[in-house]
């Protein structure tokens, strides 16, 4: 070898060298090397840094001299054994102090010596978010089971996968155990409201943000109650894949929409008879009627007086005569349909608005009620109580008539009733 070839080897050999220093230097475990006997005879730069050790103290040192005392016992079976799959062992520094780390070691032949080669990963920094994230887990654990509102958690197409004792006491569930893995149709009053809340609330929530919603759910006795729903998707991407998981708020607002609704029956209707008040009754009827025009559909209005009916009160008293104006309008709401007004206007004044039905229906419709009531006599205070009724009847023909107009035409054909003899129907006919 001439002098050329052999400086062309020496810098082949020192560019490996830094290399080999430079993979030495930037490796982010800890590396040693150990002959038979276990004493070390290298380490890397890492290694040095991580155990406080310089390189002069290496052959002093043993592979035991890395770990604390109850590791010990592992990491000789595992060089006994020669296993290399990494375990969890705790490491010492050369100041005494500890820290967990996983390590693995591998036995590998150099210059016909055989050695073990092992890595030492640091698991400091990895146990403490470990750590926070149980102890983050155990708060959010603590806030879910302990929180006063009902949590549930749908995952797999609107499956139950987690929810509250909370959620299990407002829909009458012994615990939440009990309820998961169950569909959601189970708390739904119906299929088609299944589908429905499916269709529209779920399309919504697709977007990522929160979603508020009343709804009535099926409790486990088959019996509804109202509740304020809060949901957001899990999945945080837009749109969100609902499939991933649907968080939802539930709240019990069964006692608030009690309240709600008897408000709004005090504000609407009459606390002796239930109907409705003159004003919500003409509310309704401008809503009905609003934007009609020659084309529209029929409608027709019964103007509804008792007979006599200060007799009544001056014979038996105003108590007897509430129970007559009571028991007419249970009559009333036996034989009108759901869509149809029916209104206290006056003392013992009554109108009834009939949509999409003709003159000669509401006749048929006034004359069965006044049939009726003419044959049911009312009982209060142990004294029978006749009473008959006189009916106006307006309805509108092709062409159209103002609701204002059809209710003056029934209340002139009422009076005309009256004139005729009362306990009769009278209607206006063109």
Known sequence: MNLTEANRLIATLKEQLEIEQALNNVAFEAIGLFDESLKCVAANAEALKTMGYTLEELPTLSAFDFLAEESLAIARKNVEKGFTEPYFATCKRKDGTTFPAEVRGKAVTLHGHRYRATAMRDLTFTRAIEIDLADTMYELELIFNNCKVGLMLLKGGRYLKR???????????????????????????????YNEFGETTYTRLKSGEPLKVEYQARRKDGNAIWCLFTGQAVDRNAPANLYKGVLWVVDDITKRKAKEEYLLQMATTDDLTGALHRKEFFRRIK?????????AQRCSVLMIDFDNFKK?????????GDAVLRDFSILCKEHLRDNDLFARIGGEEFVVFLPKTTRYKAVQVA???????????????GNIIPCTISIGVAGATSK????????????SRLYKAKDNGRNRVVFFDE
């Not at 809503?287 to 084309?295: A, E, I, K, N, S």
């Not at 009544?312 to 007897?320: L, P, S, V, W, Y």
């Not at 159209?400 to 209340?411: V, W």
Request: hydrophobic letters at 35%; a negative charge; charged letters at 30%.
């Open 163 to 193: 929810a509250n004792q909370a959620f299990a006491d407002i829909l009458g569930y012994d615990s939440p155990d009990e309820m998961l893995g169950i569909s959601m149709r189970q708390l739904h009053l119906s299929e088609k409201n």
């Open 287 to 295: 809503f009905l009627t609003d934007g009609v025009g020659q084309d």
């Open 312 to 320: 009544i009160n001056d014979t038996f008293g105003h108590e007897a």
């Open 367 to 381: 004359e069965r009620l006044r049939k009726n009531f003419a044959e049911k006599d009312t009982i209060c205070c």
């Open 400 to 411: 159209y008539i103002a609701t204002e107009e059809l209710l003056r035409s029934a209340d």
